[in-house]
Nanobody, 124 residues
Framework: QVQLVESGGGLVQAGGSLRLSCAAS????????MGWFRQTPGKEREFVAG????????YYADSVKGRFTISRDNAGNKLYLRMNSLKPEDTAVYYC?????????????????WGQGTQVTVSS
């Protein structure tokens, strides 16, 4: 089992940058595939980025490709999402998620563990 806590959200102007962090508990963080999702009111949770256990394979939603970078520090039990060139449509609550295994799901139901979320607001 793993517990996840996100941080790093906030208010930023369009074109700005933020880095989200997700701290994971437990000694088996390196065995989990990790993902970032986001959600706005009335909409389903949307895949943003995913990374395999080793960090060697990463996947992105088309809407963030080239602007966001997912990475992980297995020694420090941390997951990151670097967000550049932010747009107002990136405004959402961002969640990190974990699942065992090597496959990187792009749907929310593919993940077993979730953080509480961190709000990102991009002003125009």
């Amino acid at each position: 089992q793993v517990q996840l806590v996100e941080s790093g959200g906030g208010l930023v102007q369009a074109g700005g940058s933020l880095r989200l962090s997700c701290a994971a508990s437990g000694r088996t963080f390196s065995s989990y595939t990790m993902g970032w999702f986001r959600q706005t009111p009335g909409k389903e949770r949307e895949f943003v980025a995913g990374i395999d256990w080793s960090g060697s394979s990463t996947y992105y939603a088309d809407s963030v490709k080239g602007r966001f970078t997912i990475s992980r520090d297995n020694a420090g039990n941390k997951l990151y999402l670097r967000m550049n060139s932010l747009k107002p449509e990136d405004t959402a609550v961002y969640y990190c998620a974990a699942v065992g295994g090597s496959y990187v799901p792009r749907r929310a139901h593919g993940y077993n563990y979730w953080g509480q979320g961190t709000q990102v607001t991009v002003s125009s």
